[in-house]
């Protein structure tokens, strides 16, 4: 069993829904990640967070870490929103710095 | 403009020729690291660095090495490349640990060993 699942590995949707990634994890965090990668291979960084909620624009994470679950909403799916996106946890070690373990990816299509 | 750059984008090369793909950043950024993405398995972690002249293995090390004799430049080394070492690679770099700064990313770098 991988140390952090996403569901759905593919997510097909119409412009303008709402749309809610998962991610689920074993192992103890530090601060867990996603990351949006284009079309194109490029990678970007949404969010990190370690509690709580984050909101930027119209994506929202949120992170119950009693639980090791995570969510990824997009409120207002658009077609430019059509990515790869990555969930990641980041397990720190004191002495020898940090190590980020991914997700396989959820690839999402919203269609005009 | 803040970023990570790496070279090349684009490699096709031979079994056992050794290669160099550079990774730099220009944000003074302490910790930087390499990635593999391989369809089906994701994002893996082969080497990090927390400093100059301080690596550590990630998750895949076997058949790499790297650097870190400046703060900005994190090369990755394939001594004698081999097919299964085909894959997406991205190097990223954070301010800090990696554990609790955001991650900034290069393109990344398609090898294919033939």
């Known amino acids: 069993k991988n140390e952090v699942e996403q569901s759905p590995q593919n997510l097909t949707a119409q412009e303008g829904e709402f749309i809610t990634i998962n991610c689920s994890y074993s192992?103890?965090?530090?601060?867990l990640h996603w990351l949006q990668q284009h079309p194109g291979g490029g990678i970007v960084s949404l969010f990190m967070l370690s509690s709580g909620k984050k909101k930027h624009g119209r994506l929202i994470a949120t992170i119950n870490i009693q639980e090791k679950h995570s969510s990824l909403h997009i409120t207002a799916s658009h077609p430019r929103d059509s990515a790869v996106y990555i969930c990641?946890?980041?397990?720190?070690?004191?002495?020898?710095?940090?190590?980020?373990?991914f997700g396989e990816g959820t690839q999402l299509t919203v269609n005009p | 403009e803040a970023q990570v750059t790496q070279n090349p984008r684009y490699l096709i090369t031979v079994t056992g020729k050794k290669l160099t793909v550079t990774c730099s950043q220009n944000m003074n950024h302490e910790y930087m690291s390499w990635y593999r993405q391989d369809p089906g398995l994701g994002l893996r972690q082969i080497y990090y660095?927390?400093?100059?002249?301080?690596?550590d293995k990630g998750d895949v090390p076997e058949g790499y090495k790297v650097s870190r004799k400046e703060k900005r430049n994190f090369p990755l080394i394939l001594e004698s490349p081999s097919p299964n070492q085909t894959s997406l690679y991205f190097c990223?770099?954070?301010?800090?640990?990696?554990?609790?700064?955001?991650?900034?990313f290069g393109p990344g770098t398609r090898l294919t060993v033939l």
């Open positions: 990223a770099s954070s301010l800090g640990q990696g554990w609790t700064d955001t991650q900034y």
């Open positions: 192992v103890g965090i530090s601060a």
């Open positions: 990641a946890v980041s397990s720190g070690r004191e002495t020898s710095g940090s190590r980020l373990t």
């Open positions: 660095s927390m400093n100059v002249e301080v690596t």
